[in-house]
C-alpha cells in the first residue's frame, strides 16, 4: 500500500538559512504529493503540491522536488524565518482517493 | 482562515459512553475528511466522503461511522468510546472552486480523552 514518511524527524536551522525537509515514498503510483505544515494546536495548513510527472515547482518562498528514480520529495525553504516552525509532512494522491500522509519533521528556527 | 468548525474542542468521556463529534464548512466543498492523530504523528484518514450521501472508510474506520445528509455537515460517532480512542481528531474540506482537491482545509480538531 501507500507509504509516506520523512528521513529526519527534527530540523533546526537558523532564521534566514534555507531549509530542506525530505521525503521517501513507497508507492509510485500517487499523482501528486503534497506538501502541509502543521503549527502547534492547529490544523494543518496546505503549503504546495507537485503532480507527479513533474520534477520541480515553486511556490512563495518554497520549491518542491520530485525525484521518481529514487522516490524522493523534498520541501525547500527559503531565508527560514521564525514564523515556519512547524510540523512538515509529506502526503501522496491518487486522484479521486484521499490523501495518505507521512511523519512529520519538526522544523525549529532560531533568531 | 478557513471557514471550518468543529465541537466540541474537548471531551473527557468515559468508557462505553457513544459520542458524536461535530463538523461543519461554510465553504460548499463537497468532499470531506475526518483524521486522527496523535501528538506529533502523522494523521491516519478515518473516513472520508465525496459529496451527500457518499462515504467512504479509510484505514482506521472499523470503531466508528459517519453521515453525510447535508454538504455542510460531516459528523463523526463512536458507539461505544475506549480508552484507545484518546486522540486528536480533525475534520478537513476540499473542493474549493479553482483550486486543487489536495488542499484540505482543516478545523482546529476536537480533543479526545477517553477514561
Known amino acids: 500500500g501507500e507509504s509516506v514518511g520523512l528521513h529526519l524527524p527534527t530540523l533546526s536551522v537558523q532564521e534566514g538559512d534555507n531549509s530542506i525537509i525530505n521525503c521517501a515514498y513507497s508507492?509510485?503510483?500517487?499523482?501528486?504529493f503534497i506538501w502541509y505544515k502543521q503549527e502547534s494546536g492547529k490544523g494543518p495548513q496546505f503549503i504546495i503540491d507537485i503532480r507527479s510527472n513533474m520534477d520541480k515547482r515553486q511556490g512563495q518562498r518554497v520549491t518542491v522536488l520530485l525525484n521518481k528514480t529514487v522516490k524522493h520529495l523534498s520541501l525547500q525553504i527559503a531565508a527560514t524565518q521564525p514564523g515556519d516552525s512547524a510540523v512538515y509532512f509529506c502526503a501522496g494522491n491518487q486522484a479521486g482517493t484521499a490523501l495518505i500522509f507521512g511523519k512529520g519533521t519538526t522544523l525549529s528556527v532560531s533568531s | 482562515e478557513a471557514d471550518i468548525y468543529q465541537t466540541p474542542r474537548y471531551l473527557v468521556i468515559g468508557t462505553g459512553k457513544k459520542i458524536t463529534l461535530e463538523c461543519s464548512q461554510t465553504m460548499g466543498h463537497d468532499k470531506m475528511y475526518w483524521y486522527q492523530q496523535d501528538p506529533g504523528m502523522e494523521l491516519h484518514l478515518i473516513h472520508y466522503s465525496y459529496g451527500v450521501n457518499s462515504t467512504e472508510k479509510g484505514d482506521l474506520s472499523s470503531e466508528s461511522t459517519v453521515s453525510r445528509i447535508r454538504t455542510e455537515h460531516f459528523p463523526l460517532t463512536l458507539e461505544s468510546a475506549r480508552p484507545s480512542h484518546t486522540s486528536q481528531y480533525l475534520c478537513a474540506s476540499s473542493g474549493e472552486e479553482g483550486r486543487s482537491y489536495n488542499e484540505q482545509f482543516f478545523g482546529p480538531g476536537t480533543r479526545l480523552t477517553v477514561l
Open positions: 508507492n509510485s503510483a500517487s499523482d501528486y
